[in-house]
């Protein structure tokens, strides 16, 4: 256990749903983020909040939406998907200052049918 | 730009031999630089970092890593490989340019260890 937590594991979800996937952290951290790895392709940032402010949007589609209520939690919300957004779905948190490790959540697998 | 590059997609090497998985950075200042590795369908571990000091970092797992600033590199190495060890190894860079510290990955590199 690295003290992030994802839920759920895994997903299936329809391209007309909405579904949102959740990030726990119990570590202290004050920086989190969410990143996409596909097959076949290097890992992607997606977002990144820092003291619960987004500091950062790497050209994310809409339907991807990020919520940050508070420095333990972030939430990915999902709407209208495609196929190709099927991946792995990891969130990270780390501590302020650059030479501190991110710590990962074990994944949410989310297939798109 | 802040960037890492893993030159090699996968690495094949025998139990018990030494192991090394190659790391070239570019970064504006200091670098910051870590590995981690990945289980299938797991998220990445952390394993080690150099921040600053001494040119071998040594991590988890017997793992360690050189430093070599003139090179711009940051190879892992392990004297003894474990079939264990097979997994996806990743080697990133803390962004400390554009104010947000993301981790910017290389495109990992898959360590198959033959028993």
């Known amino acids: 256990e690295t003290g992030v937590t994802q839920t759920p594991r895994h997903l299936v979800m329809g391209m007309t749903n909405k579904k949102s996937l959740k990030c726990e952290q119990h570590?202290?951290?004050?920086?989190m983020y969410w990143y996409k790895q596909s097959a076949k392709k290097p890992l992607e940032l997606m977002f990144v909040?820092?003291?619960?402010?987004?500091?950062e949007n790497n050209s994310v589609p809409s339907r991807f939406s990020p919520e940050c209520p508070n420095s333990s939690h972030l939430f990915l919300h999902l709407h209208t998907l495609q196929p190709e957004d099927s991946a792995l779905y990891l969130c990270?948190?780390?501590?302020?200052?650059?030479?501190?490790?991110?710590?990962f959540g074990q994944g949410t697998r989310l297939t798109v049918v | 730009a802040q960037s890492v590059a893993q030159p090699e997609d996968q690495v094949n090497v025998a139990e018990g031999n030494p192991l090394t998985v190659k790391c070239t950075y570019s970064?504006?200042?200091?670098?910051?630089l870590f590995w981690y590795v990945q289980y299938p369908n797991r998220g990445l571990q952390f394993l080690l970092k150099?921040?600053?000091?001494?040119?071998l970092v040594k991590g988890s797992y017997g793992f360690e890593a050189e430093f070599n600033k003139s090179q711009t590199s940051f190879h892992l190495k392990k004297p003894s490989a474990l079939v264990s060890d097979s997994a996806l190894y990743f080697c990133?860079?803390?962004?400390?340019?554009?104010?947000?510290?993301?981790?910017?990955f290389g495109t990992g590199t898959r360590l198959k260890v033959l028993a």
């Open positions: 990270a948190s780390s501590q302020g200052g650059a030479g501190g490790e991110a710590f």
């Open positions: 570590l202290g951290h004050n920086a």
């Open positions: 909040y820092s003291l619960e402010e987004r500091v």
């Open positions: 970064v504006s200042g200091n670098p910051y």
């Open positions: 150099y921040i600053t000091g001494d040119n």
């Open positions: 990133a860079v803390r962004d400390t340019v554009t104010g947000t510290y993301k981790y910017i």
